[in-house]
C-alpha cells in the first residue's frame, strides 16, 4: 500500500472531483503510452510497454499439444503474471504471488472470456491443426518491472503487443494417418503465420475515487479507490471480459455508464496503441 498523508489524501481525492489530478490529466484521459516489441529474441512474440512509470514486458511461446477432450476444435492459451521483487516494496514475499495470481486470473478472463470461450479475444479454433490431435498451446508471460499504477491495463497492452510481433511456424501434415493415430508434423523453421490480433482486446480500468471514477489510475490514486471495475473491449467494440475488485459494491447503472465511457476510452487507446505497434514494428524491421 502507498502511505500517505491526510493532506495528501485530500488533494488527490479533491483533485479528481474537480477534474484536475496531481499530474494534470483530467478524470478520463490515460499516461503517455511507450511500445517495444521484440525484446525478447527466444519468444515466438514479446513486447513492452510503458505507461507512465508503469513498466511491463509479455512474451509469447507457441508449442505443439493435443487439444482438449472437450474442446477438440480449439487450441489452448495459458497466461501467467509475474510481478518483480524490485518492481514495488509490496512486491516482495507473499504480497507478490497473490498480486500475480490475481492478476493471471484477471487477464484470463479479460481475453478469454468464459468458459464456454464464448467473448473470447483469442479466437482459440485458429490455433488447431488438426481437429482433436494436434493444437497450437500459446504460454502468455507477463512481468511487471515497475509498478505506478494500472497494472492490468499496462498487460493487456503488452499481450496485444506480443501478439501483434507473434509468429506462428507453419505446419505441414503428412497424409495418412487415420482413426486414434497421431499424424506427423513439419515444424518450418522459416515460413511464419502471423497472428491475427484484430479481435484482440484492450483492457480499460475505471477506479472509482469518491463520487467519480478515473482511467489510468497511479499507485496513489489507487490507494483511495473503493471499488475498480476493468473491462476488455476490441476494435469491434464486442466486451470481451469484465473483472471487478475492492469491497464496495456498484449500482447497475453505475457500471452501465462505466462501459459506455470504457468503450470510448478503448477506441482512443486502441488507435494509439496500433500506431505505436506499427511504429515498433517497422523500427524493429529496419535494424
Same mark, same amino acid.
Given at each position: 500500500?502507498?502511505?500517505?498523508?491526510?493532506?495528501?489524501?485530500?488533494?488527490?481525492?479533491?483533485?479528481?472531483?474537480?477534474?484536475?489530478?496531481?499530474?494534470?490529466?483530467?478524470?478520463?484521459?490515460?499516461?503517455?503510452?511507450?511500445?517495444?516489441?521484440?525484446?525478447?529474441?527466444?519468444?515466438?512474440? !514479446?513486447?513492452?510497454?510503458?505507461?507512465?512509470?508503469?513498466?511491463?514486458?509479455?512474451?509469447?511461446?507457441?508449442?505443439?499439444?493435443?487439444?482438449?477432450?472437450?474442446?477438440?476444435?480449439?487450441?489452448?492459451?495459458?497466461?501467467?503474471?509475474?510481478?518483480?521483487?524490485?518492481?514495488?516494496?509490496?512486491?516482495?514475499?507473499?504480497?507478490?504471488?497473490?498480486?500475480?495470481?490475481?492478476? !493471471?486470473?484477471?487477464?484470463?478472463?479479460?481475453?478469454?472470456?468464459?468458459?464456454?470461450?464464448?467473448?473470447?479475444?483469442?479466437?482459440?479454433?485458429?490455433?488447431? =491443426?488438426?481437429?482433436?490431435?494436434?493444437?497450437?498451446?500459446?504460454?502468455?508471460?507477463?512481468?511487471?518491472?515497475?509498478?505506478?499504477?494500472?497494472?492490468?491495463?499496462?498487460?493487456?497492452?503488452?499481450?496485444?503487443?506480443?501478439?501483434?510481433?507473434?509468429?506462428?511456424?507453419?505446419?505441414?501434415?503428412?497424409?495418412?494417418?487415420?482413426?486414434?493415430?497421431?499424424?506427423?508434423? %513439419?515444424?518450418?523453421?522459416?515460413?511464419?503465420? #502471423?497472428?491475427?490480433?484484430?479481435? =484482440?482486446?484492450?483492457?480499460?480500468?475505471?477506479?472509482?475515487?469518491?463520487?467519480?471514477?478515473?482511467?489510468?489510475?497511479?499507485?496513489?490514486?489507487?490507494? #483511495?479507490?473503493?471499488?475498480?471495475?476493468?473491462?476488455?473491449?476490441?476494435? #469491434?467494440?464486442?466486451?470481451?471480459?469484465?473483472?471487478?475488485?475492492?469491497?464496495?459494491?456498484? %449500482?447497475?447503472?453505475?457500471?452501465?455508464?462505466?462501459?459506455?465511457?470504457?468503450?470510448?476510452?478503448?477506441? #482512443?487507446?486502441?488507435?494509439?496503441?496500433?500506431?505505436?505497434?506499427?511504429?515498433?514494428?517497422?523500427?524493429?524491421?529496419?535494424?
Amino acid at each position: 500500500m502507498v502511505g500517505l498523508s491526510i493532506g495528501e489524501k485530500h488533494f488527490i481525492q479533491g483533485g479528481i472531483a474537480q477534474d484536475l489530478r496531481s499530474d494534470g490529466r483530467k478524470r478520463l484521459t490515460t499516461r503517455p503510452i511507450y511500445v517495444e516489441t521484440g525484446v525478447i529474441s527466444q519468444a515466438n512474440g !514479446s513486447a513492452r510497454v510503458r505507461m507512465g512509470a508503469t513498466d511491463v514486458i509479455a512474451s509469447v511461446k507457441a508449442e505443439l499439444g493435443r487439444p482438449n477432450a472437450l474442446q477438440p476444435d480449439k487450441g489452448k492459451v495459458v497466461v501467467n503474471v509475474d510481478c518483480s521483487p524490485t518492481a514495488a516494496p509490496m512486491f516482495e514475499g507473499r504480497g507478490g504471488e497473490e498480486l500475480s495470481a490475481e492478476l !493471471s486470473v484477471a487477464l484470463q478472463c479479460c481475453l478469454l472470456g468464459g468458459k464456454s470461450g464464448s467473448g473470447a479475444g483469442i479466437d482459440l479454433s485458429s490455433l488447431v =491443426v488438426v481437429e482433436g490431435k494436434i493444437c497450437w498451446d500459446l504460454y502468455i508471460d507477463g512481468l511487471v518491472v515497475s509498478s505506478d499504477g494500472n497494472l492490468l491495463d499496462a498487460l493487456g497492452a503488452a499481450i496485444k503487443a506480443a501478439l501483434s510481433n507473434t509468429g506462428i511456424p507453419k505446419v505441414n501434415v503428412a497424409a495418412g494417418a487415420s482413426g486414434d493415430e497421431q499424424p506427423e508434423v %513439419d515444424v518450418s523453421d522459416e515460413e511464419f503465420l #502471423q497472428f491475427d490480433t484484430s479481435r =484482440v482486446p484492450v483492457i480499460v480500468t475505471l477506479t472509482k475515487v469518491g463520487r467519480h471514477y478515473i482511467v489510468d489510475a497511479t499507485s496513489e490514486e489507487e490507494s #483511495q479507490m473503493s471499488s475498480a471495475v476493468s473491462i476488455s473491449i476490441n476494435r #469491434q467494440g464486442h466486451i470481451c471480459g469484465l473483472t471487478k475488485r475492492g469491497g464496495a459494491g456498484l %449500482d447497475p447503472s453505475i457500471i452501465l455508464d462505466m462501459i459506455s465511457v470504457a468503450k470510448t476510452v478503448s477506441e #482512443q487507446l486502441i488507435n494509439t496503441l496500433d500506431s505505436h505497434i506499427a511504429a515498433a514494428e517497422a523500427g524493429e524491421e529496419e535494424s
